[in-house]
C-alpha cells in the first residue's frame, strides 16, 4: 500500500498560474493539493465550474468559501472607520481581501492536516508579502511555498507550453493583456500599455464606471445613513452594508465616479503605475469623512488624519493581524461609538460631492457660527485668547530681535532689515 502524501494549500483563483500550480505542486514537490477559492466578491462565472476546474486539474478536493458578507462586516467596516486610502488615493482594494483569504487558507491546512501552504503570485508584488505575513501571524508554524517565484517560466508563452504538456487546461480565448484583480471594494488593473505612465488608460480598462463624458447629464442625489460609523440605509431603505456597497457601486458608477491612476509606492520598493475602479469604495469614504468632520471633536479629528495614514500603510503592508494595527483598530471603534447620521451626495459626471450633512450628535453649533443677529459667540473673549495663544511666540520673537538671532525680514550676516548684529552672531 503505498504511503500518503503530504498535503499542500493552495490559494486557487482558477486562471493560469494557479491551474499550473496544482500540477507543478504535485510533480515538483510531491504534494497533494487541496484548492480553496474564496468568493469576496469579485467577477466569475460560477465558483461550481471553478471547483469542477480545479478537481480536473489534479487537487485532491477543493474548497469553495463565500466570504462576502465576512469580509464586508469584519473587514470593511474597519477599512471605512480609518478612511483608509493609501497614499492618500488607493482604498487597498487587494490589501483587504488578503488576510481573509490567508484566514480561510490557515483553516483548510488545520482541517486537512497540511504543513503547507502555497499561492500563485509573483516575486515582485504586494500581495506575496501579504499573504505570507498573514500566515506567519495566524500560524508561524507553516510552511509557506511560491511556485511562481520557483519555476523557471520567464514569459506567459512558455508557461501555456508546460501546462499544455502537462495536461493543464489553458485558457481558449485571446488572453487580456492587463492583469486585474477585484472584489467588493473595487477593481484593480495593472501591466500591458497601462506600464507606461504618459499613456492615457485604454477605455476597455473599465468595466465598473461609466466615462464621465458619457456620464447621464442629470445628476442623482443620494442619502446615507449612518449608525455607529456604518452605513445601514439608503434613501431611506434600510439594507446590509453588504447591500449598500453593492448598490453604492452601480450609482456611483453609473455616473462615471470612482476611477483612479496613480503611480504607487510599492511595498518591495517598486514604483508601480496602477489604475483602479471603487465606486463604491470612493464614495462612501467620502460620506464618512463628511460625518465625521459634524461630529467628532477637533483634536479627535485631527489626531485621527494621521492614524488613518498608518492604518492604511501597516494594510498595504501585509500587517492585519499585527499588535499594532490591533490597537489602532481600537482607537478607530472609538471614534465611531456616535458617529450616526445622514450625508447627501450628488453624482455628476465623475463627480462625487457631499452637500448635506446631519446629525444627533452634531458639534456645529449654528448659534457660535453664524454672523447674523443671533450669534451667540463672545467677541470680548477673543482678545485674551489672543494673548494668551501668542504669549510664547512674543516672548520668542522679542528675545531674537533683542540678541540679533536670524529671524524673519532680517539678514544677520549682511545687518540688514529691522535690526543689527548682536551676540548670537559673535
Known amino acids: 500500500m503505498a504511503a500518503s502524501k503530504e498535503k499542500v494549500i493552495l490559494a486557487y483563483s482558477g486562471g493560469l498560474?494557479?491551474?499550473c500550480c496544482i500540477k507543478w505542486l504535485q510533480e515538483e514537490k510531491n504534494f497533494d493539493v487541496v484548492a480553496v477559492v474564496g468568493d469576496v466578491g469579485q467577477e466569475h462565472d460560477g465558483l461550481a465550474p471553478?471547483?469542477?476546474?480545479?478537481?480536473?486539474?489534479?487537487?485532491?478536493?477543493?474548497?469553495?468559501v463565500d466570504m462576502r458578507d465576512t469580509f464586508a462586516k469584519e473587514y470593511l467596516t474597519k477599512a471605512l472607520a480609518a478612511n483608509a486610502l493609501y497614499e492618500n488615493k488607493y482604498p487597498l482594494v487587494?490589501?483587504?481581501?488578503?488576510?481573509?483569504?490567508?484566514?480561510?487558507l490557515v483553516?483548510?491546512?488545520?482541517?486537512?492536516?497540511?504543513?503547507?501552504?502555497?499561492?500563485?503570485c509573483t516575486g515582485k508584488g504586494n500581495d506575496q508579502v501579504r499573504f505570507e505575513a498573514s500566515i506567519a501571524m495566524l500560524d508561524p508554524s507553516?510552511?509557506?511555498?511560491?511556485?511562481?517565484?520557483e519555476w523557471d517560466f520567464n514569459t506567459r508563452p512558455e508557461e501555456m507550453a508546460w501546462a499544455q504538456a502537462h495536461g493543464v487546461e489553458v485558457p481558449t480565448t485571446k488572453a487580456s493583456p492587463y492583469s486585474i484583480d477585484d472584489n467588493l471594494w473595487g477593481r484593480a488593473i495593472e501591466c500591458g500599455v497601462l506600464e507606461d505612465p504618459w499613456c492615457e488608460p485604454p477605455a476597455d480598462i473599465y468595466t465598473m464606471t461609466q466615462a464621465p463624458e458619457e456620464a447621464p447629464d442629470q445628476p442623482q442625489y443620494v442619502e446615507i445613513t449612518f449608525g455607529r460609523g456604518v452605513p445601514y440605509m439608503l434613501d431611506g431603505k434600510q439594507m446590509s452594508f453588504l447591500g449598500v456597497i453593492y448598490a453604492l457601486n452601480d450609482i456611483a458608477g453609473t455616473h462615471g465616479f470612482g476611477r483612479i491612476d496613480m503611480v504607487e509606492n510599492r511595498l518591495v520598493g517598486v514604483k508601480s503605475r496602477e489604475c483602479y475602479e471603487a465606486p463604491g469604495a470612493l464614495a462612501l469614504i467620502e460620506a464618512h469623512k463628511a460625518l465625521e468632520d459634524l461630529v467628532l471633536e477637533r483634536e479627535v479629528l485631527h489626531f485621527k488624519h494621521g492614524m488613518e495614514q498608518t492604518w492604511a500603510e501597516l494594510v498595504y503592508n501585509g500587517q492585519w493581524f499585527s499588535p499594532l494595527k490591533e490597537a489602532i483598530d481600537?482607537?478607530?471603534?472609538?471614534?465611531?461609538?456616535?458617529?450616526?447620521?445622514?450625508?447627501?451626495?450628488?453624482?455628476?459626471?465623475?463627480?462625487?460631492?457631499?452637500?448635506?450633512?446631519?446629525?444627533s450628535y452634531s458639534l456645529y453649533?449654528?448659534?457660535?457660527?453664524?454672523?447674523?443677529?443671533?450669534?451667540?459667540?463672545?467677541?470680548?473673549?477673543?482678545?485674551?485668547?489672543?494673548?494668551?495663544?501668542?504669549?510664547?511666540?512674543?516672548t520668542w520673537a522679542i528675545n531674537r530681535r533683542q540678541?540679533?538671532?536670524?529671524?524673519?525680514?532680517?539678514?544677520?550676516?549682511n545687518a540688514a532689515g529691522p535690526l543689527k548684529k548682536g551676540r548670537y552672531e559673535n
Not at 50 to 64: F, I, P, Q, T
Not at 346 to 352: I, L, P, R, T, V
Open 50 to 64: 471553478l471547483k469542477e476546474k480545479a478537481l480536473r486539474s489534479g487537487a485532491v478536493d477543493c474548497v469553495v
Open 107 to 120: 483553516d483548510a491546512a488545520h482541517k486537512y492536516g497540511a504543513s503547507c501552504i502555497a499561492h500563485g
Open 403 to 413: 540678541e540679533g538671532a536670524p529671524a524673519e525680514l532680517f539678514d544677520a550676516q
Open 330 to 359: 481600537a482607537f478607530m471603534a472609538s471614534t465611531q461609538r456616535c458617529l450616526s447620521g445622514t450625508v447627501r451626495l450628488k453624482f455628476y459626471k465623475g463627480a462625487c460631492t457631499v452637500v448635506g450633512r446631519k446629525s
Open 142 to 149: 507553516l510552511e509557506i511555498l511560491a511556485p511562481v517565484r
Open 94 to 104: 487587494s490589501a483587504l481581501s488578503r488576510p481573509l483569504i490567508s484566514k480561510h
Open 365 to 394: 453649533d449654528e448659534g457660535l457660527a453664524t454672523y447674523d443677529e443671533d450669534d451667540s459667540f463672545d467677541h470680548a473673549a477673543a482678545k485674551g485668547f489672543i494673548g494668551l495663544w501668542t504669549l510664547p511666540t512674543k
Open 17 to 19: 498560474d494557479t491551474s
